[in-house]
């Protein structure tokens, strides 16, 4: 043993150990040959005992859930729903029925009106005008009535003058009959002269022609009575229609002024103080308060659906707010078959999808503070079992 290997001493004789890198092969045998040092992973029983306390909360809201679940399902199933449901009402639009100049619209646009307000006036001169005309045509009638009754009872005093001349010469005819009978008894007998018979024949006849005139100017008289009371109808024909002349006039003075039929909002107001609108020429937008809720319920969710049954509403505008009504009526027919341009199934493919028909829902009471108008969706919910 020479100097240098005492130097390095027992040590140096023995191999130097070299470790192999972690992700070799070698590595992984020499793991895999120490089951003492291998990872155990804890299996779910060991979790849950761990953690029972975790598990056992999550367990109790399970059940919860599942009995949650159950209740509503077995609560939920006696009812029938749809999103396809508005709030309805039959608007309509005002208009003035006589034409002018507005001269006040005392309202504004989503103002609440009562019955008998007044939402506009027309310029009432010219109508005011026509009243008196009307007024005036009406006593000019009047004593045109007046007119034609004097007439007849003058007439009436003519019947009876012509009467009496006819009377008169009657009994003038009666006389001169008599006188020719004696004057013609007398002649034959011979104690009477020609000259006395053909004068009392040409009193007699003068008398039989004077009778004729007195019973025709009877006649005349009798006519002009029937005449006069045809003219007397006239005039009475001519004051019922100025009679019906100024009840229009007057008709149209109160025209002027519009007012509301019912209560409820005026919306969509175009009508402005100033400007001149036609007869039938819409002002504005009238919702009554009279609403109500069109659901366009499956076809499918009517088998049980009767007029009466309580519905619980929910509006989307307000959906901390809950409504109570009742089904009022169920439409005899879908939608689409009263539509503009309804479904022709006899023409083309044919492919069947569920109809939806309209069921009409009365509120049991709207709420006052909630302004709510047509076209606002809501969701009912009918008790149907």
Same mark, same amino acid.
């Given at each position: ?22 992700? =070799? ?6 793991? %895999? ?104 045509q009406v006593e000019v ?12 009872? =003058? ?33 034959e007998k011979g104690a ?29 008289? %009798? ?14 024909? %001519? ?22 039929? %019912? =209560? ?122």
């Amino acid at each position: 043993m020479d100097a240098q290997t005492r130097e390095r001493g027992p040590s140096a004789e023995q191999p130097r150990k070299v470790e192999a890198p972690k992700n =070799s092969p070698d590595a992984e045998r020499r793991t %895999q040959q120490q089951p003492g040092k291998a990872d155990k992973t804890p299996s779910l029983r060991e979790r849950i005992r761990e953690h029972w306390l975790l598990a056992s909360v999550g367990a109790v809201v399970l059940i919860a859930a599942l009995v949650a679940a159950l209740l509503y399902w077995l609560e939920v199933r006696h009812y029938e729903s749809t999103d396809d449901a508005f709030v309805a009402a039959r608007s309509f639009s005002v208009a003035s029925k006589v034409g002018g100049y507005v001269t006040d619209i005392p309202v504004t646009d989503n103002q609440h009106v009562s019955a008998g307000d007044l939402l506009a006036r027309i310029d009432e001169r010219d109508y005011r005008i026509a009243v008196d005309q009307a007024a005036a045509q009406v006593e000019v009638s009047r004593a045109n009535i007046a007119n034609v009754e004097a007439q007849l009872d =003058s007439q009436q005093e003519q019947i009876k003058q012509a009467q009496s001349q006819l009377d008169q010469a009657q009994a003038q005819l009666q006389f001169s009959q008599e006188e020719f009978n004696r004057a013609q008894d007398l002649v034959e007998k011979g104690a009477g002269t020609v000259q006395r018979q053909q004068q009392t024949r040409s009193d007699l006849q003068a008398q039989q022609a004077n009778t004729e005139r007195a019973k025709t100017a009877v006649t005349a008289a %009798q006519l002009g009575i029937k005449t006069l009371q045809a003219q007397l109808e006239g005039a009475r024909a %001519q004051l019922q229609q100025s009679q019906a002349q100024l009840d229009q006039a007057r008709l149209n003075l109160q025209y002027t002024g519009v007012v509301a039929a %019912q =209560s409820g909002r005026v919306v969509k107001l175009s009508g402005a103080k100033g400007t001149f609108v036609t007869a039938g020429q819409s002002l504005m937008m009238f919702v009554p308060d009279d609403v109500w809720i069109v659901a366009n319920y499956k076809e499918t969710q009517l088998a049980d659906m009767r007029p009466g049954q309580p519905v619980e509403i929910r509006i989307d505008a307000y959906p901390g707010r809950k409504l109570t009504g009742h089904v009022d009526s169920v439409q005899p027919g879908s939608g689409t078959a009263f539509s503009l341009l309804p479904a022709e199934n006899a023409t083309g493919n044919y492919v069947k999808v569920v109809q939806r028909v309209p069921v009409k829902i009365v509120v049991d009471n709207w709420p006052a503070d909630l302004p709510v108008g047509p076209g606002m969706s809501v969701l009912p919910w009918t008790r149907v079992r």
